[in-house]
């Protein structure tokens, strides 16, 4: 089951802030969240098991509520270098199997 | 650190013939995952091995992919006969175990013609 991220894309000035959200129909056991660039390899950020543990990464960090199904992704004071597709990635536990959103892209201009 | 290493990057080939990707993984890693990105969308898992066992193969074509992971180490992934809608990048990944890190390669560019 392909989770649903939202929004799809938006574009941010350097120092704005940006939340990206990512949703399942079926329970989850963790969530994985990567950053890719054009014509890069995806780059891992964190992965947030289930317990609804909120993770930091500078000023990258992210939430999982088990309850609803969902994760959010946050950006702040973001920097030109964030630009690029974020992927979340889910998993349902029992084996490892990460299923894919299809991105949200996020640019940042100056 | 070494990164994944995948060869080639760019591969171009008619329909109905066949192609092969090869991949090496980050030393120690146990877990070697291909992956197929089509433009626009997010990486569908194709396959994802244990040292040279499968764990996970259920969206892979088997009619005509193929993939194997010799002494738990290097894989290859072939395709035989191309479609042209297998024009995609196929990203080889690796990691150390469940629910950990994901190390990407650079991917092949596969386009059929």
């Known amino acids: 089951q392909q989770p649903v991220q939202s929004p799809q894309a938006v574009i941010l000035r350097e120092g704005e802030d940006a939340v990206i959200n990512c949703s399942s129909s079926?329970?989850?056991?963790?969530v994985h969240w990567y950053r890719q660039k054009h014509g890069e390899a995806p780059v891992f950020l964190m992965i947030?098991?289930?317990?609804?543990e909120q993770k930091g990464h500078e000023k990258i960090s992210a939430s999982f509520n088990e309850k609803k199904q969902q994760s959010s992704l946050y950006l702040t004071a973001s920097q030109l270098s964030y630009s690029g597709t974020y992927f979340c990635?889910?998993?349902?536990?029992?084996?490892?199997?990460?299923?894919f959103g299809i991105g949200t892209k996020l640019q940042v201009i100056p | 650190e070494a990164g994944v290493a995948q060869s080639p990057r760019y591969k171009i080939i008619e329909k109905r013939q066949s192609v092969a990707f090869w991949c090496n993984p980050i030393?120690?890693?146990?877990?070697l995952y291909w992956y197929q990105q089509i433009l626009g969308q997010g990486p569908k898992l194709l396959i994802q091995?244990?040292?040279?066992?499968?764990?996970?193969d259920s969206q892979l074509p088997k009619d005509r992919f193929s993939a194997e992971r010799l002494k738990g180490v290097d894989s290859t992934l072939k395709i035989q006969p191309a479609k042209l809608e297998d024009s995609a990048v196929y990203l080889c990944?690796?990691?150390?175990?469940?629910?950990?890190?994901?190390?990407f390669g650079q991917g092949t560019r596969l386009t059929v013609v």
């Open positions: 079926k329970a989850l056991y963790s």
């Open positions: 091995f244990q040292n040279n066992g499968v764990v996970d």
């Open positions: 990635g889910t998993e349902m536990g029992g084996y490892q199997k990460v299923t």
């Open positions: 030393s120690g890693h146990a877990t």
């Open positions: 947030l098991l289930k317990g609804g």
């Open positions: 990944a690796s990691s150390t175990g469940v629910n950990t890190e994901a190390f």
